[in-house]
């Protein structure tokens, strides 16, 4: 008899999942397993946050597999070695897990699945966290896609899978332990419930109502514009191949555009997984010879949203109190620490990583190196986001500045984007007292602006010839 543990780790999910699916299927007798990192689980810190937001896609996919009669085993500890020890001590026969991109996973999994060989067992690792593997698609000298267009288009001209339902009749295995308490809760911080079920019902009200223009309004952060659904994708609670079909379906240039949203995520996780160095390292080598600042007053002004900028302090306070911030804002706040403070990506990336909710490493990079203009399909280095006609542009009326900056909720909406604009009557009669109730700018943008071109410019002009 063949006796196969399923071991869930960021596919938190039982729909379209080809881990639990192909055992299922072959006859096999299942258990089903998480296991709780130690090393997140250490104190208060900022990714406590994220653990609770585990805690309850673990909690309502424990409700999935009670619904089918079975259970979702509970192991506390280093992974690898939790995993381990729960084959040898069970007789297993069979693992299947979901592949990792991350440098870290892909050493945890090359140990396991050595030392599982070791034990007799075998080690079915299935492609279930991307619409594709990482290295499906290269370019004719071997090499990942640097350039987006490219990479989608091989993409879209071959879609993978169509999604697959969870299968029902299932053959479990009775193994005593500590199991995960199931449950189904309500929504959470402006995120839908991390179950599946509401999650896929979230997104049909989304394509129904939002789709149709989202290619335009999901660049206004005061408009709910966007599926929020990055959380879900990141800990694998609904199935990306599921979004991208139905959004096929779908059709017209709002879903076309939340499709190449999709495939963004598979571009920056095969940059990632060919190359793991560009979590520390520049993926334009080049520019590992930039000379950034180093301004801590800067830099905690930047995390604690008070830079005097108002979309950029908004932004952050979003992100401080709810672990989430809107797209078109993280690349206007990863610009200003890069370009206005010149403060290294690297510090920006690691402080996004650790407070967001749908903190995927993979997006990060990318993200935080395509602002600085040092990675992939970067935008030009002498590209600088002016943080006032930003914020002019994508929140005009500055509902999202004073939804999260009350002190300014009376400065009119020719000044809401720069504050210090005022004249002292018209802040005395409003009331306000710039410098004390809301920061003066920290930096002259313009000023900066001309910084940050001559650092790049300094790169440029000492490169030796290719």
Sequence with gaps: MSRSLIWFRRS?????????????????????????????????????????????????????????????????????????????????????????????????????KAEAEQLGVRVHVCQDQYLFAPSTFVTGTGKPYSVFTPFKKRCLAQLPPRPTDAPTNIKWLDIDGQTVSASMQTDIDGHCAMNTPAAYEHFTRFCGRDIEHYDEMRNFPAVDGTSRLSAHLHLGVVSPRRLLHQALA???????????????????????????????????????????????EHVSAWMEGRTGYPIVDAAMRQLNTTGWMHNRLRMIVASFLTKDLLIDWRIGEAYFRSHLLDGDLASNVGGWQWAASTGTDAQPWFRVFNPVSQGAKFDPDGAFVRTWLPELQNVPDKFIHAP?????????????????????????????????LEMFKKVTLTREPS
Aim: hydrophobic share 40%.
């Design 420 to 452: 210090w604009l005022m004249s002292y009557s018209e802040a005395t009669w409003l009331d306000i007292k710039l410098g004390h109730d809301y920061p003066n700018p920290i930096v002259d943008h313009g000023v900066q602006r001309l910084k940050a």
């Design 12 to 112: 938190l999910r039982i729909d379209d999942l080809t881990a639990f699916r192909h055992p299922v299927e072959m006859g096999h007798h299942i258990a089903c397993v998480v296991v709780r990192d130690s090393k997140y689980r250490s104190g208060d810190g900022s990714f406590a946050s994220r653990t609770n937001l585990y805690d309850h896609a673990i909690g309502s996919l424990a409700a999935d597999l009670e619904s089918l009669g079975g259970k979702l085993l509970l192991l506390d500890g280093n992974p690898d070695v939790e995993i381990l020890t729960f084959l040898a001590k069970n007789a297993i026969t069979d693992i299947w897990f979901a592949d990792e991109i991350e440098p870290d996973g892909i050493k945890r999994d090359a140990k396991v």
């Design 250 to 296: 779908i059709g017209g240039e709002g879903a076309s555009t939340y499709v190449s949203e999709l495939l963004w995520r598979d571009f920056y996780a095969q940059i990632l997984f060919h190359r793991p160095d560009t979590t520390h390292a520049c993926f334009q080598h080049q520019w590992d010879t930039l000379v950034w600042q180093d301004d801590a």
